[in-house]
């Protein structure tokens, strides 16, 4: 028994790739760069963290050893 193979009822031009997307592809992308978007031009309310003096010391010096 041989399988039915589904032909296409419309054809497109000649090097051309006919995709078709689902309409969440395009849409939650689209809010995701939104949002992103949105909280880079308004932080709001951040603050810069405080950290512990000494912690601070140490990376310090971490970053002086490693870029010589």
């Given at each position: 028994?041989?399988?039915h193979i589904p ?21 939650l992308p689209a ?38």
């Open positions: 028994m041989s399988a032909t296409r009822s419309h054809t497109t031009a000649p090097g051309r790739v006919d995709i078709k997307l689902p309409w969440w592809a395009v849409v809010i995701a760069f939104a949002i992103l978007l949105l909280l880079i031009t308004a932080p709001g309310q951040a603050q810069a963290a405080s950290g512990d003096p000494a912690l601070t010391h140490l990376l310090e010096r971490v970053q002086e050893s490693l870029s010589r």
